[in-house]
């Protein structure tokens, strides 16, 4: 997945990638901190970093690649909850180690990221105002993105669901080409399916319907928005 921003299902596509301070804004001195005081790991492509229902034990702030969240019920349906990229964290919402994951985490492409414990996180805080601050924006950016999931599945049907995330998309790793967006495939259909809350089969009859109405084209490599203004036509 191409390190542009964050990925979730919601109405406010600009507010994607906020809450990533870690990448740009907390000054030199602070980041030094971080490091100093983190622990840098990697993940190969589909590595676990965190499993519901396992103890919290801090945060993974992350440094390249992606990572996503995603929770698995009773029934072992799985939904996404995001994509995180570069400056954001994954571990929340329990910054401070308490208590225990209640969603999971892996990572998508291979991911470098710097793991602060819960109890040298609460150090920095205390001693840091602007990773204070940037604990607090990412922690508001993570509260906006599940808000923002609850609604968008609550309110929205799946067609409607797959046709926003198309244009999240297209804003936010979309590259235009003449008049067309132009979006690599690099995220799969099975976990566009698990963003929106389908099955791969009919996120695959949902882009062919699509592509007859002539919203989009779809080859093996890129999706091709064409007429931005069709998707939601038939939603």
């Known amino acids: ?3 542009a921003g964050a990925i979730f299902l919601s109405e406010y596509i600009l507010e994607l990638n906020e809450g ?3 990448k740009d804004s907390i000054g030199d001195e602070a980041r030094s901190r971080l490091r100093a005081m983190g622990k840098p790991c990697s993940f190969a492509p589909g590595e676990t970093v965190f499993l519901q229902g396992q103890a919290h034990s801090g945060i993974w702030v992350i440094e390249s690649g992606s990572l996503r969240t995603f929770y698995i019920g009773p029934s072992g349906r799985e939904i996404t909850l995001a994509f995180w990229t570069p400056g954001h964290f994954a571990g929340g919402p329990e910054v401070f180690g308490r208590g225990r994951h209640i969603w999971s985490a892996d990572a998508v492409d291979r991911a470098e ?5 819960g109890s040298t996180l609460r150090d920095l ?22 808000s923002a999931l609850i609604q968008m599945l609550g309110t929205r049907t799946v067609s409607e669901r797959l046709e926003q995330l198309l244009l999240i998309l297209a ?5 235009r080409e003449g008049g067309a967006i132009v979006i690599d495939r690099t995220i799969t259909y099975e976990q566009i399916a ?8 009919w996120v695959t009859k949902s882009l062919d319907r699509l592509e007859k109405i ?17 998707l939601g036509a038939e939603g």
């Not at 990221?113 to 414990?117: D, S």
């Not at 698990?194 to 089969?201: E, F, I, K, S």
């Not at 999706?223 to 069709?230: E, F, K, P, S, Y």
Request: with cysteine.
């Open 1 to 3: 997945m191409e390190q």
């Open 20 to 22: 990533t301070p870690y």
């Open 113 to 117: 990221a710097l793991f602060l414990t």
């Open 125 to 146: 805080v205390a001693t840091a105002p602007a990773i204070a601050v940037a604990v607090i924006d990412g922690l508001i950016q993570k509260g906006k993105c599940y």
């Open 171 to 175: 804003q936010s790793h979309g590259r």
């Open 194 to 201: 698990a963003v929106v809350g389908a099955t791969r089969q």
């Open 214 to 230: 002539g919203a989009i084209e779809v080859s093996r490599k890129v999706i091709r928005i064409v007429d931005i203004q069709a």
